[in-house]
């Protein structure tokens, strides 16, 4: 028999966070276009820098990138991001206009005015080019952006903002889907409140061999987070059914139920993507080239549809997308167990993989 009875720790978020996708389907206020002269100052921003080299590109700041009238709209954007719907799309950034060098810059300094981008993977990139690399996305230390299968609704390890910019498309596919984890949450505490107990209790993730100094392989907190009056979730199915495989010494998740009201947990995780990829939670987004999206990765689970690459170079090559994970200064108080996968948890610090002798830095090289 399911329990429903709900528990005094859990209560409904009723925060803009906590949407539905019918109230923006409709409503393009989500849509933030470049005027001509953001676009121009942008482009006057990034020619200041024709001359620093790749090895230097990465201490560029937002004071370097002077953006008088399109920086005042980032940061509102960003605050948005933080304490809104946590979701936007940002049109008008022509890449016809760019080099893939220029267009690194121009997605750098947008990033930058939103906050602190963090290291993205154990090459120590600020930028990750997320391209198909021909990987195994079933082996277990593949990351699944590196690949072209579908990647089912989750959050980032790593990110208090997730961005994205489009530099290609593929032939097809490739979808971007996003949904709030708030109003998941609130359907799943409705019409099942043993499944949100379930969630808010530790699960083993793999860190898939990006490993910081003295810790393990792997780690353990809850998906569901209630902490400060906010409701944060943090789920990565990949990574958890990773430590599974790789670490046959961590215990199994539970598939029958252990005790009357305690269910099981493959159900609960499976019943997180179930809700957030219904019509009436999910959005979906085909990025152009020169879109960039950035969503809040505590209010806001994603997916990617799979797609199929261009064979010939001419007609557009790989899907090609710059990936950054960004930490703002006015970022939402987290749980301390964040700092088992974060160095820091001060916010605009926060975030990122640190793992020894890999120093950050920003590569134009789309083979990693």
């Not at 906590?18 to 989500?30: D, G, I, P, Q, V």
Request: aromatic share 8%; hydrophobic share 35%.
């Amino acid at each position: 028999m399911v329990n429903t009875k709900v528990t005094s720790q859990f209560q409904p978020v009723v925060t803009p966070s906590a949407w539905h996708s019918s109230r923006y389907k409709n409503n393009k206020e989500w849509l933030v276009k470049l005027s001509s002269e953001q676009s121009r100052e942008l482009r006057a921003a990034v020619n200041q820098h024709k001359d620093v080299p790749e090895d230097a590109l990465h201490v560029l700041s937002a004071n370097d990138f002077p953006l008088p009238t399109l920086g005042p709209v980032l940061q509102r954007l960003r605050d948005e991001i933080v304490d809104g719907k946590g979701f936007a799309i940002v049109q008008g950034l022509s890449t016809a206009d760019y080099s893939l060098r220029d267009l690194v810059l121009a997605y750098w300094a947008v990033a930058q005015h939103i906050g602190n981008v963090q290291v993205i993977n154990k090459y120590g990139h600020l930028i990750g080019h997320v391209r198909n690399h021909g990987r195994d996305p079933k082996h277990p230390q593949t990351r699944l952006y590196s690949t072209n299968a579908a990647q089912p609704f989750h959050c980032d390890r790593g990110a208090d903002i997730i961005g994205l910019c489009c530099v290609h498309q593929a032939k097809s596919g490739g979808l971007s889907s996003w949904a709030s984890s708030a109003a998941v949450y609130n359907e799943l505490l409705k019409q099942r409140p043993d499944v949100i107990q379930t969630l808010s209790e530790p699960v083993f993730t793999d860190r898939k061999g990006e490993i910081p100094e003295g810790k393990k392989g792997y780690y353990a907190m809850p998906i569901v987070h209630c902490h400060n009056g906010l409701v944060t979730v943090n789920y990565g199915g990949d990574f958890i059914q990773s430590a599974q495989k790789n670490f046959s010494q961590l215990p199994r998740l539970t598939q029958e139920q252990e005790e009357a009201g305690v269910k099981v947990q493959v159900e609960a995780m499976s019943l997180l993507e179930q809700t957030a990829a219904r019509d009436d939670f999910r959005m979906d987004y085909d990025l152009q080239p020169g879109n960039m999206q950035f969503i809040n990765n505590h209010t806001i689970l994603h997916a990617r549809s799979a797609f199929e690459d261009w064979e010939d170079e001419k007609d557009g090559g790989k899907r090609h997308l710059l990936r950054t994970w960004i930490s703002p200064s006015n970022g939402r108080p987290l749980p301390e167990v964040f700092g088992e996968q974060w160095a820091s948890m001060e916010p605009g610090n926060r975030g990122g993989i640190r793992v020894p002798g890999v120093n950050p830095h920003i590569s134009l090289a789309a083979d990693k």
